[in-house]
């Protein structure tokens, strides 16, 4: 298994694993959405992908989006997406994946690097504790849908 940050070339992979990490959220699949979703995000540079693939299968991968703190005048990365294929689960592309951000973040100088999880996704939990990954109790998050 490798990780590494995925370009245009990871496209198909990683828009299949991308529609099957929006299908676990309870969305209708949609490859050719989620190709295209990839496809800008990659063209664009709005977000940062890593992937990791065993030979030709795609196993799992994370989406990082840049965002800035204010307070620290510092960049932060928000670690948006994270999914590991069902078959490839218990093999450490989870932490491979973890891994890679936090190496990009310090590559980056940021000051952090944060994520959120559904309440009743305790494996995610349990990755992101055993990883150093503390739970903000100081803060509460607010929503506004538009």
Known sequence: ??????????????????????????????????????????ENEDSVIFVVTDGEDYLGFTQLYPMFSSVSMKRLWILNDLYVAAEARKRGVGEMLMEKAKEFALETGAKSLNLSTAFDNHSAQRLYEKLGYRRDDEFYSYELLL
Do not use: C, H, T, W
């Open 1 to 42: 298994m490798q990780a590494g940050r995925a370009s245009l070339e990871n496209l198909e992979g990683v828009a299949r694993l991308f529609d099957g990490y929006r299908v676990f959220y309870k969305q209708e699949p949609d490859l050719d959405a989620a190709r295209n979703y990839i496809e800008q995000r990659l």
